[in-house]
């Protein structure tokens, strides 16, 4: 079959190698020149998404974070539990033996017959699939109407070089709603540091947290989460672009990759309808519940956020052992083990219903 990828970000290649393997004939179109760039990301993922998709990526090992809400905070410490990702060379580790279109931005899908008209301003490419793996602004996601339910959220970040000594093995992560702001240390002295809001917040956070230092560079980007449609005929969606991101943190890059190995079966199957089947039911309840949280996070008073950072702060430990880095569900099973958290939780249900 002829497919056309739209998008060259990590789900967008990795989808169309699955695929090529599968014997079919794959074209990525990619607006930029360069694969990975410009770098729009943190690059923090679990260290078992690092061994199993990106190992050569890796620049820096986490083993925990300083988490700080108000005037709470605590350490949580698991060696090992992060890789910090040279995220340009990630995306390009994926481009080996693709055909790819660089440099041309897809401006027009038309269906004709049983099949999609996919165009730049360069070319037109006829195809038999159209996979919209453009993140989280998405054209195909807009032109093709996948019925959808997202909300966007700005973030900044800068890579610093620090001056003075860097703790390169801890995160330093300050809650600040609607997300939060992070310190990453990515080695040699280098932290990169982002906030989910305005430049202004991510100063403040810097001046707050004493992260000075040279400006190496600064980047911004759009953090999708929501619902979206993933199937509509031969046009499917993934990674950002179906807002496959996880609803607490905002990180997409574990679930776009899995969502990718569950399309290219789902295709390699002839069963378009196993890709949403198998995507729901590894990540549905979690997706759910992760939205849940979110809109009761962004909605608690500041004194209930205080007292849910306390609770958490007291089961550092079994936050430690238990919480695992993609899957955020346990955060919630670890507060529902406390009758403290009953009458916040209560009032958060009822702002949200009321
Ligand atoms: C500031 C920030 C920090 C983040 N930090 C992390 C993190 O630490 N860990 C984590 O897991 N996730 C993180 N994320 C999220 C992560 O970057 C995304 O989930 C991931 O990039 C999604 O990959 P993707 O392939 O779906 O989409 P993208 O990486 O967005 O790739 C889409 C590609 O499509 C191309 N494109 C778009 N429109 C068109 C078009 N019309 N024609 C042709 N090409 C087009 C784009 O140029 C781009 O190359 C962060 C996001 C932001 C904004």
Same mark, same amino acid.
């Given at each position: ?7 060259? %970000? ?22 930029? /020149?360069?694969?990975?760039? +410009? ?11 690092? /061994? ?18 108000? /005037? ?55 195809? /038999? ?6 993140? +989280? ?6 032109? !093709? ?16 070089? @620090? ?6 093995? !801890? ?11 992070? @310190? ?31 400006? *190496? ?13 993933? *199937? ?17 943190? %905002? ?14 079966? @789902? ?16 990540? %549905? ?14 909605? !608690? ?7 849910? !950072?306390? *609770? ?43």
């Amino acid at each position: 079959m002829k497919i056309i990828t739209v998008g060259a %970000g990590p789900s967008g290649l990795y989808v169309s190698q699955l695929l090529s393997r599968q014997g079919h004939e794959v074209l990525v179109i990619e607006e930029h /020149d360069t694969i990975g760039e +410009p770098v729009q990301c943190a690059g923090l993922v679990s260290s078992t998404f690092a /061994d199993t998709y990106g190992s050569s990526s890796v620049l820096n090992v986490i083993d925990g974070a300083h988490v700080h809400c108000c /005037d709470v905070s605590f350490d949580l410490v698991r060696t090992g539990v992060a890789s910090v990702l040279d995220r340009a060379a990630f995306d390009a580790s994926f481009s080996n033996g693709i055909d790819i279109e660089r440099g041309n931005r897809v401006d027009e899908i038309r269906v004709a017959g049983g099949s999609y008209l996919v165009s730049t301003p360069a070319a037109t490419h006829e195809a /038999d699939i159209v996979i919209g793996a453009d993140g +989280p602004s998405s054209f195909v996601r807009s032109t !093709m109407g996948f019925p959808s339910d997202i909300t966007f959220y700005g973030a900044c970040q800068q890579r610093v070089r @620090a001056k003075g000594d860097v703790d390169d093995a !801890m995160v330093t992560v300050d809650l600040k709603r609607p997300f939060f702001s992070w @310190a990453i240390p990515e080695g040699d002295g280098i932290v990169r540091i982002g906030t989910v809001g305005t430049v202004s917040s991510l100063e403040r956070f810097k001046s707050r947290f004493g992260f000075e230092g040279s400006i *190496i560079d600064r980047t911004g980007g759009i953090i999708p989460v929501g619902k979206c449609s993933l *199937i509509r005929g031969g046009a499917f969606l993934l990674g950002d672009a179906a807002a496959q991101t996880k609803p607490l943190s %905002g990180g997409g890059l574990s679930f776009g990759l899995r969502a990718a190995e569950f399309l290219a079966e @789902a295709i390699g199957q002839g069963d378009p309808c196993r890709y949403y089947h198998r995507w729901n039911a590894e990540f %549905g309840r979690e997706m759910s519940l992760g939205r849940s949280i979110r809109k009761m996070y962004e909605n !608690m008073s500041e004194n209930d956020l205080v007292k849910v !950072m306390s *609770i958490l702060a007291e089961k550092r430990e079994r936050l430690e052992q238990e919480a695992d880095f993609d899957m955020h569900a346990t955060i919630a099973r670890i507060l529902f083990s406390t009758p403290r958290f009953y009458p916040v939780f209560g009032k958060a249900m009822a702002t949200l219903v009321g």
